[in-house]
């Protein structure tokens, strides 16, 4: 029964290595993008955050293709962002929109992810949920560990493909059923 507990927390973390890839970055994201100010994608992270949540309670514990849901948003979000970076699309209200929709499916994960955790922990409620900030930490830290070293090797277009890579490795394992 606690076979969702590890994917689950793996997934977590591939998720915000997935966007941390880049975001870590966001002066050289926004001036690559022609984006007026670090400060407007800051805040279309916060938004993105407090639409996000909200979106992932509607659909937690509603289908068990929640996780994938939430990760085929995030490969999206990637994606468009890797053509923002290496395409040379220098759009401000792209790369805004990218990031507002990047935070929003990132943090749609949280209640998905915790929906999961805590139906499969039992009487370890605590400890997973403490493990679960811990795999928030680790995907922070991953994205912008990895996407400094895709940044070094290719530039903004060697980070977004981390993230690229790091959500489409979230969605084949929020693919794979697991028993509940």
Excluded: D, Y
Excluded at 75 to 99: F, K, N, V
Excluded at 138 to 164: D, P
């Amino acid at each position: 029964a606690r076979a969702p507990i590890p994917a689950t927390l793996l997934q977590v973390l591939l998720a915000f290595a997935s966007v941390f890839a880049t975001q870590a970055f966001l002066g050289p994201v926004a001036a690559a993008t022609s984006t007026t100010s670090p400060a407007l994608l800051q805040a279309m992270i916060a938004a993105g955050a407090l639409a996000g949540v909200p979106a992932g309670a509607a659909i937690a514990g509603r289908t068990r293709a929640a996780p994938a849901v939430v990760a085929a948003a995030l490969l999206a979000a990637a994606l468009w962002q890797w053509g923002l970076l290496a395409g040379g699309l220098a759009s401000p209200s792209l790369q805004a929109g990218q990031t507002l929709f990047a935070s929003a499916a990132l943090f749609a994960l949280s209640p998905v992810a915790q929906e999961r955790l805590v139906a499969a922990a039992g009487h370890s409620r605590r400890l997973v949920l403490a493990a679960n900030f811990v795999a928030v930490s680790l995907g922070q830290a991953a994205g912008t560990g990895f996407g400094g070293i895709g940044l070094g090797e290719a530039g903004l277009a060697g980070a977004a493909a981390i993230g690229v890579l790091a959500a489409a490795s979230m969605l084949l394992l929020a693919s794979v059923p697991f028993r509940s």
